[in-house]
């Protein structure tokens, strides 16, 4: 069973696999709703973060009428996320944009992903794919004893297919240049990054996966050893060449 949403401009979409085709099959309405809870939690979170409402709480503290020992837990959070990765990529990771307004699209699809993810796992849902734009996370396999096959489309072709990833519990994130240009920035310096033309990571939940395939992005070819060192991350990672440099990653198909 397939269920859809577009949110943050984006498509979203669970899929799980043994919940029948229909709402009438075992367990397909008690599906439906955990799946409309998950949904609104992204709901949610576009609101409380979206940089062009504003309403939103992001964009009151960026005009500085909220101020941060007002903000939510859940705004704290993802600033602290943000911070975290700042400091641990000596600053190629960061969120405001060059105009000097905060952006915290780099952290906000994953975390709000995630936390959908936790709401179908506190429902009851033991076998899941959330797709983010793109970006995923899967638990349960896609049967018992059978991973969820993540495929990583070519930067040169959306036809083809660079590699398969097998994932039973996790989160897979990619990012490059190849459809929104060079849209990465190294914070360091303010420039765009362009070493990598796409990277991916495999990691245990999606803010990890998601912040930290921008950071490798913006750190360059040094990030593909940063994630798995310092993260405990998978990484497969193109040049601008096209060759390959890959870590810490088992490929079903690999290039």
């Given at each position: ?20 085709t ?12 955990a ?14 973060f ?46 405001e ?52 096959q ?104 690999p290039?």
């Open positions: 069973m397939r269920f859809l949403l577009t949110a943050m401009a984006l498509p979203f979409s669970v899929d799980v696999p043994d919940a029948g229909a709402a009438a099959a075992p367990g397909g309405e008690q599906v439906r709703e799946v409309a809870r998950a949904f609104a939690v992204i709901r949610v979170a576009e609101r409380r979206s940089r062009h409402l504003p309403d939103s709480e992001l964009s009151r503290l960026d005009r500085a009428e909220l101020r941060l020992h007002d903000a939510s837990p859940e705004l704290l959070e993802v600033l602290t996320v943000a911070e975290t990765f700042a400091q641990a990529s000596g600053g190629a990771f960061g969120v944009r060059p105009d000097g307004h905060l952006d915290l699209d780099g952290v906000v699809k994953g975390w709000a992903a995630q936390r959908a993810a936790d709401a179908l796992a506190a429902a009851g849902v033991e076998r899941f794919c959330l797709n983010a734009g793109g970006d995923v996370v899967v638990q349960g396999g896609r049967a018992p004893g059978v991973p969820w993540v495929g990583v489309r070519s930067p040169w072709s959306t036809a083809e297919t660079l590699v398969v990833l097998p994932v039973h519990d996790g989160a897979v994130a990619t990012s490059g240049s190849y459809e929104r240009g060079a849209h990465v920035r190294d914070a360091r310096t303010g420039a765009p990054a362009t070493a990598l033309v796409s990277a991916t990571v495999v990691a245990d939940d999606l803010v990890t996966a998601d912040v930290a395939v921008t950071t490798v992005v913006a750190l360059g070819e040094d990030g593909v050893a940063w994630a798995q060192d310092e993260l405990g991350c998978g990484v497969l990672a193109l040049r601008a060449d096209g060759t390959v440099v890959r870590s810490g990653l088992g490929l079903a198909h290039a």
